[in-house]
C-alpha cells in the first residue's frame, strides 16, 4: 500500500514539475499524428477536406511511407561489407571495412521477363519507336557458336513459361530507364486513386500529402551488398552478432543444413566444368540457365535470389580503391571523384575502367561458387549486357527508419 501510495507521488510530483513523457503514454506530436494546431503559433491546421472552405494550412493525414510494389523494408544499420573469404584472384578491390547504411526498400525478386514486357507495352504505346527499340533486350547474349542456345535466343523473353525468370540481357542503361518508367507509373496511379474524379493527365500528388514515392533507382552497391547479407537474422541481444555471413544463408557452404532440406543447394550456380543442374532425377540447383525468381527460399529480409540465378546491376561506377575513397555513411560512388578515369588510360586500350565501368554483384547460373558471396565484386560498361546479369529496383526510405515508421 504504500509502495503504490509512493509511486503516485512522484508521478504527480513529475507532471507538476513540467515532465511531459509519463509512463503511460508520449503525447508529444509526431508524423503520423501531429495534433491539430502548430507547436509554434498555436494556429490550427486543417485537413484535406475543410482546406478549400477554411483556407488554412494543410496538414494532409499520413500513414507512413507505403512501399513500392514488391518492395521489402530493408532496415538499416552499422555493417561490415567486403570480402570475408580468401581473395582468389588477388584483385584486394573490396576489402571489409565498416559503414553505415540507411535504410531502403529493395525489389524482393528480381525484375522478370514479364515485367519487362509490360514495359515494352506501355513505352510502345506511349513513347517513340526509336525509344522502343533501345529498349529491348539483346536476345543475342544467349547465342554461342559452340552450343545449341538458338531456343533461348528466340523465346526466352517472351515465351510464357519464363514468364517468371528474371529478364537478361538487359545493360545497365536500360535498367535505369525502367527505373525511371516504373517511378512515373507507379506515381501516375497513385495519382488517379488521390484525385479521383478530378483527377487531369499529369497530375501529381504534392510532396506534402505523402503519397506518391520516391524514386525507384538501382541500389548502390553498399545497399545491395548489406542488403544481401541479411545479417539481421543473426541478431543475438543488444548490438551482438552470433556470426558473420559469407553468403546470404547461414554456414560455411552453399548446401542447406535445415530439416527438410539436408544437402539442398541454395542458390544456382554453376557446380563444376560441365555441371549445372546436377543428375537427371536429381536436379539439385533447379535450373540449366536461369530458373524462377521465387525458386529458392528468401534470405533473413525476405529478399529472393540474392546469390545465383543472374547477378545484378548497382549503380556504382567500377574502381579498385572504392573501400578507400568512399564516406563511411551510405557511401556510393557516382563519378571518377578522386580516382579519375585518366589514370587507367581506358582511350588507349591500357585498361578497362572508365567511368562507364558500372558494379554487377550476387553471382549467376553460369559462375562458380565463389562468386555468390556478396563481398565479391565485378564490372561491365553501363551500355553492355549478358545472359548472367540481371537486376532489381531500390527506393530510399524516408523520415523515420523502422518497418512500422
Known sequence: MKVSYYIILILVGLAIGGCSILPFGNSNPSARNPGSTSTTTNLEY????????????????????TPGPNQIFVQGGRAVLGTYEEDVFFTHDNVERTVTVQSFYLDQTEIANIHWLEYLFYIKRDSSEAFYQSALPDTTVWDKELAYNTP??????????????????????????????????????????????????????????????????????????????????????DENQTQRRLYPWDGRTIRSSKSGSVGKFQANFKRGRGDYAGIAGALNDAGFVTTSIYEYAPNDFGLYNMAGNVNEWVFD????????????????????????????????????????SRVYKGGSWADGAMWLSPGTRRFLDQDSAAATIGFRCATTALGTATASN
Do not use: H
Not at 487531369?200 to 504534392?206: A, S
Not at 557511401?331 to 585498361?351: A, C, M, Q, T, V
Open 317 to 356: 561506377i567500377y574502381r579498385p580503391l572504392n573501400f578507400q575513397d568512399m564516406e563511411d555513411l551510405n557511401p556510393i560512388r557516382k563519378s571518377g571523384f578522386l580516382d579519375d578515369e585518366e589514370d587507367y588510360d581506358y582511350e588507349n586500350f591500357n585498361s578497362m575502367i572508365s567511368n562507364a
Open 46 to 65: 486543417f485537413s484535406d477536406a475543410f482546406a478549400e472552405d477554411e483556407g488554412g494550412f494543410v496538414v494532409a493525414s499520413f500513414d507512413g511511407q
Open 152 to 237: 533461348y535466343v528466340s523465346n526466352y523473353l517472351r515465351y510464357p513459361g519464363f514468364r517468371y525468370y528474371p529478364v537478361v540481357g538487359i545493360s545497365w542503361n536500360q535498367a535505369a530507364d525502367y527505373c525511371r518508367w516504373r517511378t512515373e507509373a507507379v506515381n501516375k496511379q497513385k495519382a488517379i486513386e488521390y484525385y479521383g474524379e478530378d483527377y487531369v493527365d499529369g497530375d501529381l500528388p504534392p510532396i506534402e500529402s505523402g503519397v506518391y514515392l520516391p524514386e525507384f533507382r538501382l541500389p548502390t552497391e553498399a545497399e545491395w551488398e548489406y542488403a544481401a547479407y541479411g545479417q539481421v537474422g543473426n541478431q543475438f541481444l
